[in-house]
């Protein structure tokens, strides 16, 4: 079974950070892209970052840019996407999702890597900002 197993996420003050985690199981890892995408309440999911295992690419959302990082840790197929100067609007449930990197590495610039079909998804983790 495919398992994406996200954790990290809580109550964070404005300006304060966080750092989530993805766990991925049961793919190789390193043939996969892994996107973190977050979903706001009453609000259509947005796609914040990409890493592409097997080139290294990472593609951010403009409204994080200078704000998160995405990094790897291939050893232990997880994903962590650090959260810094955070804002009450990126108040939201925080997902990842992988999906097969070559997709990722040929249409996934211009921001296309937001509108692809990532195949599994993880349950979720609560990331709440207050101001």
């Known amino acids: 079974d495919v398992r994406l197993v996200e954790s990290g996420g809580g109550l964070a003050q404005a300006g304060g950070s966080l750092t989530l985690s993805c766990v991925v199981s049961?793919?190789?890892?390193?043939?996969?892209?892994v996107g973190w995408f977050r979903q706001a309440p009453g609000k259509e999911r947005e796609g914040v970052s990409c890493?592409?295992?097997?080139?290294?690419?990472?593609y951010y959302a403009d409204f994080v840019k200078g704000r998160f990082t995405i990094s790897t840790n291939n050893a232990e197929s997880t994903v962590y996407l650090h959260l810094n100067n955070l804002k009450p609007e990126d108040t939201a449930v925080y997902y990842c999702?992988?999906?097969?990197?070559?997709?990722?590495?040929?249409?996934?610039?211009?921001?296309?890597?937001?509108?692809?079909?990532?195949?599994?998804w993880g349950q979720g983790t609560q990331v709440t900002v207050a101001s």
């Open positions: 890493f592409v295992n097997e080139d290294a690419t990472i």
């Open positions: 049961g793919i190789t890892f390193y043939d996969y892209a």
């Open positions: 999702a992988a999906t097969w990197g070559r997709t990722v590495e040929e249409n996934g610039g211009g921001g296309g890597w937001t509108s692809l079909y990532w195949d599994y």
